[in-house]
């Protein structure tokens, strides 16, 4: 039997699913690993603790399913985004923990880049925004700060990688430095129309080149992971950031198709096609997939609060004991009450931007309780993606036309209740699929398809299958009234 390794390197956890040759899920294992906040808002992740946490649950997988690793013919790695790891080259050490998506503390360099000029150059090249979120000023940082590491970087004796790159190195026992177009689309240095480092921005930045590892293709030859790892050479032929792998696995492979996932945050890209889509409401241009050296390109919105709103209900207020129960307790709440809440508890990100404003909530009376408070938080998700879709289809014609469909996906996604709301306040149907995987199962397609043993795109694409289907089922007067008054309470947070 042939299995395909799928490593899914997130923010708080590293998993390692085995599929099986009909990408169905046969086993998965999962390890929690420690976050580091050694100021307000900074993150860090111990790069070593990535490392160990990656062998542990690969070699628990294979172990527990009680097969070899000579059983797996491939694979594919998925990660978190723009986290920023600088390794030395001759002993594969860090020089410091790596800095995560998260972490604001560049927010300063940022600003100095913006006043001097370089927002245009930045946006135009590589369709983001000079926002702390992306990788480029974290490596700045840490060649400014690191004592020697200037140097050091200037005689070619650093490396820099996201979460894949520094993975692989250690894989293939420093035998390859690379990454794929997705993840280099999230570092600020890439261009992402010519499709490589940009010179440019890499002298703004002041960041050597020779730091910055090889751009492939999602589905490629990453190099070989040695056999002392998991006691067989096993190529790994997949590899895709976390948010595009997902984007793969939910088979949004043709331009208008749209995926959300709902997690801790949420992340929703738009494919657009074979055109980036340059937007004028602060939305992310980024690459979704690149296949035979052909990028497809996305638009992008990141949503900071979506599942983490039901964390705060449960941890922070105690209002249920579990996240399965706001659904419910949501459906109770008193229809003539308009509880809003702005969980802007780190600021506002897509189409925001507002990294100071804290949340608000509106409409109390004497009677608001804990079911308005579940509604008002399940609800804000769907006011939130409604911002993102309204955004998204500002930025592209196409995307205004009534055909846009979202797929959904991440622990949020099963509920049902969030689902129906989402779909009332986009207008629009809301698909979520069966396979509750999308991530991992975009590694693995990636690996599989490129193996020779999974179907090709339109093979792949096939395979998508519905759960269910939420259609809209709010009157439009009624949606517009709750989407502005939503609209007014984002603002009155963003003034406070
Ligand atoms: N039935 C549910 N109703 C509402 N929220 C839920 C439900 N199930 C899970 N969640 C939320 O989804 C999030 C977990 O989703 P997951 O995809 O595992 O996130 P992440 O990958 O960011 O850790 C949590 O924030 C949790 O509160
Ligand atoms: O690890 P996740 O699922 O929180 O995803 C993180 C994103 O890739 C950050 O851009």
Redesign the pocket.
């Known amino acids: 039997m042939s299995f395909i390794l799928a490593i899914d390197q997130?923010?708080?956890?590293t998993r390692a699913i085995l599929f099986d040759g009909d990408m169905q899920v046969a086993h998965t294992a999962q390890q929690e690993f420690p976050q580091y906040f050694p100021q307000a808002g900074w993150v860090e992740h111990d790069p070593e603790e990535i490392w160990s946490s990656t062998l542990e649950v690969c070699r628990r997988v294979i172990s527990e399913q009680g097969i070899s690793a000579s059983d797996i013919t491939a694979i594919g790695i998925t990660n978190q985004r723009e986290t920023t790891v600088v390794w030395d080259r001759e002993t594969g050490q860090p020089i410091h923990k790596a800095i995560v998506w998260q972490d604001r503390r560049t927010s300063a360099i940022c600003e100095e880049l913006r006043t001097a000029g370089h927002g245009d150059l930045v946006h135009k090249t590589t369709g983001l925004l000079l926002d702390p979120y992306f990788s480029g000023t974290k490596v700045k940082w840490i060649l400014d700060t690191v004592p020697g590491a200037r140097s050091r970087a200037a005689e070619g004796k650093l490396m820099f990688g996201t979460v894949d790159s520094f993975l692989i190195w250690r894989l293939t026992g420093g035998a390859a430095h690379v990454t794929d177009a997705t993840n280099a689309a999230r570092t600020l240095m890439y261009d992402i129309r010519e499709g490589g480092w940009s010179a440019e921005i890499c002298e703004v930045l002041d960041v050597p080149m020779q730091m910055l590892p090889e751009v492939k293709d999602c589905a490629a030859d990453f190099g070989i992971a040695a056999a002392e790892h998991f006691g067989a050479e096993i190529p790994i032929l997949g590899v895709a950031g976390d948010q595009q792998a997902a984007t793969i696995g939910q088979a949004c492979f043709q331009p208008g198709m749209m995926k959300s996932?709902?997690?801790?945050?949420c992340f929703a890209l738009l494919n657009t096609g074979a055109t980036p889509v340059e937007s004028r409401n602060r939305m992310l241009t980024t690459i979704a997939y690149q296949l035979d050296g052909q990028p497809t390109y996305a638009l992008e919105g990141s949503i900071f609060i979506?599942?983490?709103a039901?964390?705060w209900l449960?941890d922070g207020l105690g209002i249920i004991g579990s996240?399965?129960e706001?659904?419910g307790l949501a459906a109770s709440a008193d229809p003539g009450q308009d509880v809003i809440l702005v969980p802007a508890f780190t600021g506002l990100g897509a189409p925001y931007w507002e990294p100071d404003c804290r949340g608000g909530m509106f409409g109390l009376t004497r009677n608001s309780g804990p079911a308005e408070f579940a509604r008002a938080a399940?609800q804000s998700v769907a006011y939130q993606t409604r911002d993102l879709w309204e955004a998204m289809r500002a930025d592209w014609q196409e995307a205004a036309e009534d055909s846009v469909t979202l797929r959904v996906d991440?622990?949020?996604s099963?509920?049902d209740w969030?689902m129906q709301s989402l779909s009332d306040i986009l207008g629009a149907p809301v698909d979520r699929p069966v396979m509750q995987e999308t991530t991992a199962l975009g590694a693995a397609w990636l690996a599989g398809m490129k193996a020779g043993i999974y179907p090709d795109q339109s093979g792949f694409a096939a395979t998508w299958a519905r759960d269910r289907q939420f259609t809209p089922a709010m009157e439009a007067d009624q949606r517009e009234a709750a989407y502005g008054r939503w609209k007014r309470a984002v603002q009155a947070v963003i003034g406070v």
């Open positions: 997130g923010t708080t956890s996932t709902y997690g801790t945050g979506a599942g983490a039901v964390q449960r996240a399965q706001t659904g399940l991440g622990g949020m099963a509920s969030t």
